[in-house]
């Protein structure tokens, strides 16, 4: 089961910074997830809420700061303790500072049609230019944005997200066109996940951070998790699996001679 950090590792470093991914990275995840919101500029910068006011102390719209303002503040408010101020980086920033990543998911939150419109053509243009097709998936809960992505180009990845029940998450998936359903840990199923196989889409699920859970959503066959604590576990999975290459083998010797075993 593959593990994505939740806003790089929002639980061990602050969400959606540069500083979180590289802490994440240093341990060896290399599958994240992260938000993204257009800044005044036209820039898809990392920032989970539509304002700045939740993580940095300012007020007001991502949407009324430029990129440069936005690198400028410190996302370090309501969120995981780090030394050093740390700003709101842009998508290039990360890309370009990890080259190697080898699966992100692009969470584009609900805002208005028009600045989602340029946001859909602006990941494009940074999906079609670095050749990221195999390495990132766009995902939404909003499905006229994953249609406007879909209307582009069709050889991007795209997921839903959803937290409900209704209408059916693994439906509207799949008459959307995605290649991933990213679920809500909660909706998950046994009967859901094999239907979401069947479909040919990848289940990813949010927020899972305990490992109880990890291992029940295992045993339904979720492709993947996305958690606040990577690093951590990403350290249990692997003890997990030393440990079961390490466990000595049962040597059983030849089945004894029928003939030779004594009478009753």
Not at 53 to 64: F, I, Y
Request: glycine share 6%; with cysteine.
């Amino acid at each position: 089961m593959i593990v994505y950090g939740h806003r790089g590792a929002k639980g061990e470093a602050p969400e959606n910074t540069l500083p979180g991914f590289a802490h994440a990275y240093r341990h060896g995840i290399r599958h994240f997830e992260l938000d993204l919101v257009l800044s005044k500029d036209g820039k898809p910068v990392l920032v989970h809420d539509l304002t700045v006011d939740r993580t940095t102390g300012q007020k007001g719209d991502v949407g009324s700061f430029t990129a440069a303002e936005l690198a400028d503040m410190d996302a370090r408010r309501n969120t995981s303790s780090w030394p050093r101020k740390i700003g709101i980086p842009t998508l290039e920033s990360l890309l370009d500072q990890f080259t190697d990543l080898e699966h992100v998911q692009l969470e584009v939150k609900k805002d208005s049609r028009q600045r989602l419109n340029i946001l859909s053509n602006r990941l494009t243009e940074i999906i079609q230019r670095r050749d990221l097709y195999g390495r990132v998936a766009i995902t939404s809960s909003d499905t006229w944005f994953l249609k406007e992505v879909r209307r582009r180009d069709k050889k991007i990845h795209l997921g839903l997200v959803s937290e409900r029940r209704f209408p059916k998450p693994v439906n509207l998936a799949q008459k959307l066109g995605c290649d991933y359903l990213c679920l809500n840990w909660k909706l998950c199923s046994a009967e859901l996940v094999q239907e979401a196989h069947r479909r040919e889409l990848h289940v990813s699920t949010w927020t899972v951070n305990r490992i109880h859970d990890m291992l029940q959503l295992e045993e339904m066959g979720v492709d993947s998790i996305i958690t606040d604590y990577p690093t951590s576990t990403r350290m249990f999975f692997d003890n997990r699996a030393r440990s079961l290459l390490s466990l000595p083998t049962v040597q059983t010797g030849p089945e004894p001679d029928a003939e030779a075993l004594p009478a009753n």
